[in-house]
């Protein structure tokens, strides 16, 4: 059954609009339509986990498959944890609000190492238990629908599933998008016949990208194997090509990460940088034809009403169609405001081209990734990238207009000298030294100096980084840093970067490790303000295990792998040879390629990039994972200028309208990002604000207190041309809400004052708890009466500055009275002496200057008469009041 979610999700809880599930484009399909129910659970906040374009696309898939059904859920901020936890109230999905434990199956993405902890979190909340042994009866024949099959995917997952392994039913390898569907199939069929949940997970091991953790065992060497016959002995990563029609996304109402449409140009890089995991893991490089790319673009932004659009790969520069593509879209969406941003890129491959396609009336921020400050560093590590090459590419944008750049450099890389560390500071000296133009600023570097974390199937894969190290060379940067102007650093956590290689090469024996950090209060251990908390569960949980010693290997530096790998003796070629814990994931990289190229990296030896030159025998090109896709750039087209905005004011139509329901609980600024987004949806001709950044001219005249609902806010709309009133409402309603509704609508002039600026008054009804006091109505008039027949109720405020005013609120109270008494039940109280309920009517001042009469301020006048405490239950406006 659903969750009363409307008891839960109330305006005290932080961005409330994030549990709502009523975002444009959400996928509410009826329960009973269908045989299987997905829960896509992204165990982030909201805000990160809405705007995942994998998770976007997942959810768009399973949706579309016959008598499947998907859902989502998030990892609650703590106030909404806390919250469930009081209530005893399990954690539910956002479109269907049905408890989690109701579907039949839960796909976590498991993106980065530490995250193993929220996941915990959210299953402790959704009353699931948290191991796989724990799902299922001693003898595992626990029918399916106990409990939902628990899975997890991503990068982190596919590296090395081992540290968490105890916590999932299976492991989705790879792609998702054809894997995800053949496993919605499986689970259809085995519901249809009655399967087990052990037969079931057993057809599902076959499935290629499947790994079921419990028919698998560690041995003594941390090695893993199969513990039955009927079980393949390595499991394949699936690869699957993009598909950016599924890319088109839900737009949420309140701010995300990712605030834009996102498209995927390019999967897989085959650049081979030797840190680079994603690099390895992503193999064979896959384009997507440039018109699928164009059409998907111009179709999601007139889908969404986004204003910026971003094109993603590990390398959007190796897509040699970036260019033309680029063009082709901002020529297309030239009228439209509407700006592209780019991820990190190769600052070789950065052009004049490139520069038109995301500059334009604000440059977006622009950032390149050198990794090392000497050639012979990003030699070893096979960046493929010259001085020259580095040069040429921030001079070009500093030439078009960048005098602000974002690099990225790693610290601890394998070979690494002192001489290197400081290369940091030389390579940033020298670009600044060479980007100078008369009368323009000296050119400002933003620098993230991350630590390097060894990672699982890539050449530096049996490296030991010392954390003491780390210590010692960010030292040595920011002495160097401190003497330097337009520079700003920025450096990774070390113990973060500790806990991550600790955890990410590991094997099964961490997951209790994992779990007790987690009951030690570990989690969103990638937020600054959880690391200290999160760095003190980990370390305890550690030791409580026994395993400071090994954590201590990586404080102190166990090995360089580059002296292990240059020593010729025995030892150093046994400890390169010995069993690793995911060497049963089959990546299609060859194992015995990763020991060649290391020894290349010995030599500062570059590997091309097969892409575009020869193959490099890494394993992976063959039927399993099939080959490069690369697409030759297309002619560039002519390119047509950037945006200009149309800041002609012909008409201004004004909108009364209603705020309700749900929609109560979106704030003013994301409800005026809803309204430039559905104005861009309705192709509807509004002015643009000149300047640097040009914004639609619709103003709001008063913004409306969270969760208050009204039937008279006042938005206005300057058009560029006229338009009939009955035409431009009728648009209007068919793009909005169904809780924000129109009741009028009238013309007025663009040289009038705005409702803003002519604002004088609004009148409200207020919902008060009487707290068990009565309702004797004289005795409110009674009360109501003083109020009205003062001159002075003097208020005191506490401004931004922190100074002190004196308010008298009766100058701002021009009516009062009492509307209705009664007891009626309300959300959320259980007493019923609680349930007595009054309704208030109240015209006070409302000017934008900030001379408000608020609904608490009432509150506090009531209270100041009486000497006694009301709750202020709801909060409506009737009307705004202009001069």
Sequence with gaps: MPVAVEKLITPEINQPARYLGNELGAKHKPWDSAQVHWALTYPEIYEVGASNLGHIILYNILNTQPRQLCDRAYLPAPDLADKLRQTQTPLFAVESRRELQEFDILGFSLSYELGATNILEMLDLAKIPLTWKERQNADGKTPLGEYPLIFAGGQTATSNPEPYADFFDFIALGDGEELLPEIGLIIEEGKVNGLTREDLLLDLAQVPGVYVPQFYEMAADGSVHPNRSDVPKRILRRVATPMPAYSITMVPYVQTVHDRLTMEIRRGCTRG?????????????????????????????????????????????DYLALPALGLEVKNRLKNKSVSLSLPSQRVDRFDENIANIIGGMRHSSLTFAPEAGTQRMRDIVNKGLTNEELLRGVKTAYEQGWDKLKLYFMIGLPGETDADVLGIAETVRWLQRQCTAPKRRRLNINLTISNFTPKPHTPFQWHSVSTAEFERKQELLKAEFRRMKGVKANFTDIRISAME???????????????????????????????????????EAIAEAGMSWKYRQIENGEWNVMELAESETTDSQQSLDQPLPWDHIDTGIDKNWLKTDLQRALEAAIVPDCSFEGCSHCGVCGVDFGHNIVIEAPPIPQFSGHFVPDSQRVERIRVIMGKQGDMALVGHLDLMKLLDRMTRRATLPISFTGGYHPSPRIICANALPLGATSSGEIIEFDLTESMEKSVFIEILKAHLPADLPIYHAEYQSVKSQTASQSLEKAE??????????GLDQQQWRGWIAEIVNRQEMIYEKITKSGKTRY?????????????????????????????????????????????????????????????????????????????
């Design 807 to 883: 308010i008298n609120l009766r100058e701002q109270l021009f009516e009062l009275e009492l509307v209705d008494s009664s007891t009626r039940c309300q959300p959320g109280i259980s007493d019923p002496k609680d349930a007595e309920t009054v309704t208030l009517r109240y015209v006070g001042g409302c000017r934008n200057d900030g001379t408000q009469l608020r609904p608490e301020q009432i509150l506090y006048m009531l209270e100041q008469v009486s000497q006694e405490e009301f709750q202020l239950l709801h909060i409506h406006r009737q009307r705004l009041i202009l001069q």
């Design 273 to 317: 940088c030797r840190f680079c995991q994603p690099g390895m893991l992503t193999r064979p490089a896959r384009d997507v034809e440039p018109e699928q790319i164009v059409d998907a673009i111009e179709k999601g932004m007139k889908a969404t009403g986004y204003n910026e659009f971003s094109l993603l790969s590990l390398s959007c520069s």
């Design 764 to 773: 409200y009804l207020l919902t008060l708890s009487s707290s068990g006091l």
């Design 501 to 539: 290689d600790f955890v990410g090469r590991s094997d099964r024996r961490l997951a209790p490790v994992v779990r007790r950090a987690w009951e030690l209060g570990a989690g969103m251990d990638a937020w600054w303000e959880s690391q200290d908390r999160a760095f003190a569960a980990w370390t």
